[in-house]
């Protein structure tokens, strides 16, 4: 079978893929984003996972918004993000639309893989449904399906997408070998064949929701040793010593996987009667920490007697994690917006994030560089770990008796740390 493949969703995800799978097949990516496509053609990646040099490299990757171009493929691998709405519920809207494009070009015998996160039966309950009226096709006799899904980490550039090990499966056996293959191609750690769709599709779903756990777990350890006086830093790397401590580090929990993953697994179980507990306490834990460390910034700034109402507090970093310009889910919105209850007057600076995003996103206005910070801040929150920010000198932008809240323990001589 020579593969001729098409990537729909060309992120964070699709991007690395379709420019691995270009080195070696005929590949088609697809964005209904047109400025995104233009700048790929341009070897140009806003994201900065994917370099000039590396999209160069990728000799048989070509670019479209026409969904016609993607007929000649074969193999569909679908990317597209999975969000939750406003009452935390999963979000498939972006899937079902993508399943109908896939419908308009499949044809009898194609493979249609699918690496967005999903509850357990996602696949197949809802979106080879739609495959199935839009192409009149019949799965599993006229087209096959799988899932592998994506383990990508933004802004990590030890872990890539060919040094992480991959999860596949497939709707037959066949098929299955097929998809393994496949991917085995370009993985050098490997792949894992799963028995079935589901259980690939358990598997990712799980790997986020324990990781959640984990951190609520340390987080609420951070606020208890906070009433202590201790450190939770001291605390966790006297605790490491021992052979089979868990290592986690306390922090704000949001992005595209931890902080949203784990609501589609708790969305299915209460399909099927039954309510979690654990994982709805996790996340409602890490749901509230960014008010959490903001109110304890404004409770040290009134212990050194600083007017709040009409303070000037720096937040450094609005993206929802370090190097990385991602401001999907940030979880420093929820610090911005206490602080902004507070009536402060708030800068943010974020020398990653892309300044119409965020406006688009959040309605919020950003500082790029330095340059544009005031002389003299009552209160610094240090909300994300950029390498960039580890440069900085903050000690010329407080004002006497300025307050340091550092969530992610970039300066050694802060005044609070998480």
């Known amino acids: 079978m020579e593969h001729r493949i098409g990537i729909i969703g060309l992120g964070y995800v699709g991007l690395p893929l379709a420019v691995e799978f270009g080195k070696k097949y005929t590949t088609i990516g697809f964005d209904i984003n047109e400025k995104r496509i233009n700048e790929l053609r341009s070897s140009f990646d806003r994201t900065r996972e994917m370099d000039r040099e590396e999209l160069n490299r990728a000799r048989f990757l070509t670019y479209t918004t026409d969904e016609n171009e993607l007929k000649p493929c074969n193999i569909y691998i679908v990317t597209v993000p999975t969000p939750i709405d406003i009452f935390n519920r999963p979000d498939i809207t972006l899937l079902l639309k993508a399943s109908e494009t896939v419908g308009r070009v499949i044809s009898p015998g194609d493979i249609v893989i699918y690496e967005s996160t ?11 449904p739609v495959i199935e009226r839009v192409s009149g096709l019949t799965y599993n006799q006229d087209f096959f399906c799988g899932y592998s899904p994506e383990r990508i980490n933004p802004g990590d550039k030890k872990h890539r997408l060919t ?37 690939a599709e358990a598997a990712k779903v799980i790997e986020n929701a324990q990781r959640d756990i984990n951190i609520a777990f340390i987080n609420e350890l951070s606020m208890i040793f906070a009433r202590m006086g201790i450190r939770t830093k001291d605390v966790l790397e006297a605790a490491r010593t021992k052979w089979n401590f868990l290592s986690f580090e306390p922090g704000l929990v949001g992005g595209h996987c931890i902080g949203v993953d784990p609501y589609y697994l708790t969305h299915k179980a209460e399909s099927l009667g039954y309510i979690p507990q654990i994982i709805l306490a996790g996340r409602r834990l890490n749901d509230g920490m960014g008010r959490y460390v903001a109110t304890q910034l404004i409770k040290m700034m009134v212990k050194k007697a600083h007017r709040i109402t009409d303070s000037n507090v720096l ?30 007057n708030i800068d943010i600076f974020d020398p990653f994030a892309d300044p119409d995003e965020v406006k688009h996103e959040y309605g919020l206005d ?9 002389p003299q801040y009552e209160g610094i929150m240090v909300a994300v770990s950029h390498d960039e ?26 005044d609070e740390y998480l």
Request: proline letters at 4%; one cysteine or more.
């Open 315 to 344: 937040v450094m970093g609005i993206t929802f994690k370090e190097n990385c310009p991602d401001i999907r889910n940030s979880k420093v919105i929820d610090i911005i917006r206490q602080l902004k209850d507070f009536a402060c």
């Open 118 to 128: 999903v509850y357990p039966g996602a696949t197949e309950e809802d979106c080879v």
């Open 163 to 199: 040094t992480i090990k991959k999860v596949t499966s497939g709707s037959t056996p066949e098929v299955a070998e097929i998809v393994d293959s496949l991917y085995a191609s370009i993985i050098e750690a490997g792949t894992h064949r799963a028995p079935s769709i589901r259980v």
């Open 389 to 414: 920010f580890r440069q900085i000198d903050i000690n010329k932008y407080k004002a006497p008796g300025c307050v340091v809240y550092d969530v992610k323990n970039v300066y050694s001589d802060s």
């Open 366 to 374: 950003i500082i790029t560089s330095e340059a544009g910070l005031r």
